[in-house]
């Protein structure tokens, strides 16, 4: 059965839009926690545009399932994630002007300083992820690396079914080199995990692939939540990706 890690950032966003002290992340990771959600993924952004360090702190005194911290493999960061101990990272590329994360980090292209950054990490007894695109060599060069997990990018699947139809060349392609590089990690040994633009419509499909771990959903989850309610929008996503 594939996990559902809620990622809770837009609720610190509506909170920042304000620089109020409402909506209380702390409250949403508990409402998902209660719905059924296996984790709770945040994303200390460098520029501090939503998640602030108090709030990955106040998350690991607080919950009870496990705390994913999205990071850039910036030493401030890895700092603060060595105190912190969540029990996972995923690291991800970062860029300043970006609404969201574009793409999946060039591992084989930075394999030296991350393989630091990922021996540092798991000594203080974190799991370690990588956040890439569906590549098998960036898959390789996780495993090079000795990450733990990598969780493999679907902004392009999510954009081709949408614009495209699954009858689409574009969508074929792509649902190719997910599975693909599926095939690569699991047979490397790497948890394997999925996310970015995963929705209500799109997500059944990818749950076939063999090996599956996990997805992390953001936006979508708490969109929905507006109309139905956080509890029900997680519910309803974590029946979802928990259909046979």
Excluded: W
Aim: net charge negative; proline share 2%; glycine share 6%.
């Amino acid at each position: 059965m594939v996990k559902l890690g809620v990622n809770i950032d837009h609720i610190a966003t509506i909170r920042q839009a304000r620089k109020e002290d409402f909506p209380s992340v702390i409250k949403a990771a508990a409402i998902c926690e209660k719905s059924g959600a296996d984790g709770i993924t945040v994303h200390l952004r460098e520029d501090r545009r939503h998640i602030q360090d108090e709030d990955v702190y106040d998350l690991r005194k607080s919950l009870k399932i496990k705390l994913n911290l999205e990071m850039a493999a910036s030493e401030e960061i890895v700092k603060i994630a060595l105190d912190v101990k969540p029990d996972f990272v995923c690291m991800v590329p970062e860029k300043r002007q970006e609404l969201t994360t574009e793409g999946g980090l060039d591992v084989k292209a930075h394999k030296s300083k991350l393989a630091s950054i990922v021996a540092r990490l798991q000594k203080a007894g974190i799991i370690v992820s990588v956040f890439i695109d569906a590549n098998t060599e960036q898959v390789l060069a996780c495993s090079e690396i000795k990450a733990d997990s990598i969780e493999l990018h679907t902004g392009k699947y999510a954009k081709f079914f949408k614009e495209n139809g699954t009858d689409s060349s574009e969508f074929k392609e792509e649902m190719e080199r997910l599975s693909e590089a599926s095939r690569k990690a699991v047979k490397k040994g790497l948890i394997l995990n999925a996310g970015h633009g995963l929705d209500y419509d799109n997500v059944e499909r990818i749950c076939n692939i063999p090996g599956m771990n996990e997805f992390n959903i953001g936006f979508s989850i708490i969109a929905e939540s507006v109309f139905a309610g956080l509890e029900t929008a997680v519910r309803n996503m974590k029946e979802l990706i928990s259909k046979d």
